[in-house]
């Protein structure tokens, strides 16, 4: 079905699972680039590397540029992952200073344009006013577009098996504090270990997904991967 006679088309069984309270979305770093130009976390690299300081002639430097070469000759992003970045800078740095400057790099604009968040919070509102939107993004933009929208962040997941379970932002990642200047709760997944933790070992997030793709239609938007990495 077209809305709008140049707009996309969408399936209806799409529709229909949207309208029976079916559907989460699954949203990533795009959404907070788009209008709020927040970066991607490649971007996010950069941005904490530069706010630490960290030596020119280190490992970390001689991976992106060699990062950002690949990408220019190849036209392909993210052949070398940020994670990685983020797993060299935890060789030197703590993970508490790396958080801080994750989220200082991180804070919005004052007045920063969040109507493709309110849009997509909306999307996510099933029929019961429950909000079923998931985000590996670490600002906060989703909740500030609605301040009554509920939020559980990892690894303290709700459980998607449960009926009526899924009500509010679901930050997959972590969350900045209110002030951007640190991490909330248990930090945010960043380094290859951390995503290791998540996906792997511990396996929380993994088995989230799961279940929601078990049980639900996922719609993805501003992502490129699976692992918030957009």
């Known amino acids: 079905m077209r809305f709008f006679a140049d707009g996309p088309a969408i399936p209806d069984e799409l529709l229909v699972a949207r309208d029976d309270g079916r559907v989460i979305f699954f949203c990533g770093a795009g959404v907070s680039r788009a209008r709020t130009g927040l970066p991607d976390f490649f971007g996010l690299a950069e941005a904490v590397i530069c706010e630490l300081g960290v030596h020119s002639q280190s490992a970390v430097h001689r991976i992106l540029a060699e990062a950002r070469s690949i990408e220019k000759r190849t036209g392909i992003a993210g052949l070398i992952s940020a994670d990685k970045l983020f797993g060299f800078l935890e060789q030197d740095f703590s993970r508490k200073d790396i958080e801080a400057a994750v ?23 099933a029929p019961n006013g429950n909000v079923q939107l998931v985000t590996t993004n670490f600002d906060r933009l989703f909740n500030d577009c ?6 559980t962040l990892f690894p303290n997941l709700p459980d998607p098996s449960r009926q009526g379970a899924l009500n509010g932002i679901v930050y997959l990642h972590g969350r900045a504090t209110e002030d951007y200047q640190k991490a909330e709760n248990d930090g945010f997944v960043l380094s290859s270990a ?8 511990d396996g929380w997030a993994a088995t989230f997904f ?8 996922v719609v993805f938007v501003g992502r490129r991967d699976y692992r918030g990495i957009s």
Do not use: Q
């Open 194 to 201: 951390s995503f290791g933790r998540a996906y792997l070992s």
């Open 210 to 217: 799961k279940e929601i793709i078990k049980r639900f239609v």
């Open 103 to 125: 989220a200082k790099s991180l804070k919005p604009k004052r007045g920063a344009d969040t109507s493709a968040h309110r849009m997509l919070v909306d999307l996510a509102t």
């Open 146 to 151: 609605r301040a009554t929208i509920g939020s």
